[in-house]
């Protein structure tokens, strides 16, 4: 009885084990169906590619020196403001949660414009004008080399982006430090090291491990954030693609010059993802 039992069994295990190698054969072959139709769709719009992609890399260019000059500027921001969030003076504690709030709390397209038509106008009246600054110093060895046209726009939204980015990162950075058992810190502290070089040499060693994840994520974010700085004539991917795109009356190739941007908004982005998991799993051995 047992045996026929156990027969019995064994043989729905086999129906159930061939059911699941039928259906991820299926599932191979509809994936590699659906990749070679994407081939063939790209193909068919070979004479698009070779026309378009260059002015699209150029915006890419663009896109990709933006966010990693705007991701400085928000790391600095962001640890400045962990550093406020952990503060013993109430004031700077106060202000750096007021900063965190109203930023996370606002949107980034509404700061964007603010900036760009707000406070910039602004100083620019009360006298004080950051970007004009900014621009005599990037021109002061090279002749303008290094300014692009419309050089403001670019200013103010490397600031924007920067300013809003920053806000995040630092609730990133201060659940890194804060996630660090305070044991250590006390413990380096009674061996007689200093706050400064207890944070330095104890604290953020462990906290940088912790926040690589959503600092990454924050990274690429802001990457595809840049497109917001079309709405302020930056010349950067997106509005090459609504440059190209707009006066095309076929919406067809409409449709295929913002998937051929989309396809470049990930090869930015994906590699970041990679780099992320490739330095955690190397800073999660000696743990």
């Not at 009885?1 to 159930?16: G, N, V, Y």
């Not at 890419?60 to 962001?78: H, R």
């Not at 490397?158 to 809003?164: A, D, K, R, T």
Request: proline share 3%; glycine share 6%.
């Amino acid at each position: 009885m047992q045996q026929s039992i156990s027969t019995l069994e064994r043989k729905s295990e086999r129906k159930s084990r061939n059911w699941l190698v039928i259906l991820d054969y299926l599932f191979y072959a509809i994936l590699a169906a659906a990749v070679l139709g994407f081939i063939y769709y790209l193909y068919s719009y070979r004479d698009t590619i070779a026309l378009d992609l260059p002015f699209l890399l150029q915006g890419a260019i663009v896109t990709i020196i933006l966010s990693l000059v705007s991701m400085v500027f928000a790391m600095i921001l962001g640890f400045l403001g962990a550093l406020g969030r952990l503060s013993r003076f109430a004031p700077v504690r106060w202000l750096a949660t007021t900063y965190v709030e109203v930023v996370r709390g606002t949107p980034i397209l509404v700061q964007l414009l603010m900036w760009y038509f707000g406070i910039g106008v602004v100083l620019s009246q009360a006298g004080f004008d950051p970007q004009n600054a900014a621009f005599q110093f990037m021109t002061l060895l090279q002749s303008n080399s290094l300014v692009p046209d419309g050089f403001t726009a670019y200013f103010w939204g490397v600031i924007g982006l920067s300013f809003n980015y920053g806000a995040y990162l630092t609730e990133v950075f201060r659940a890194g430090i804060q996630s660090v058992q305070k044991g250590q810190t006390e413990a380096a502290l009674s061996l007689g090291l200093s706050s400064g070089q207890t944070m330095r040499r104890i604290v953020l060693p462990q906290a940088i491990r912790i926040t690589i994840p959503p600092f990454t994520n924050n990274f690429i974010t802001l990457g595809q954030d840049t497109a917001l700085l079309s709405t302020i004539a930056v010349l950067e991917l997106q509005q090459e693609m609504s440059t190209i795109a707009d006066p095309l009356l076929d919406a067809n190739k409409k449709l295929f010059i913002y998937i051929l941007g989309a396809m470049v908004y990930f090869a930015i982005c994906y590699p970041l993802a990679l780099l992320s998991r490739y330095l955690e799993g190397r800073m999660a051995v000696a743990y």
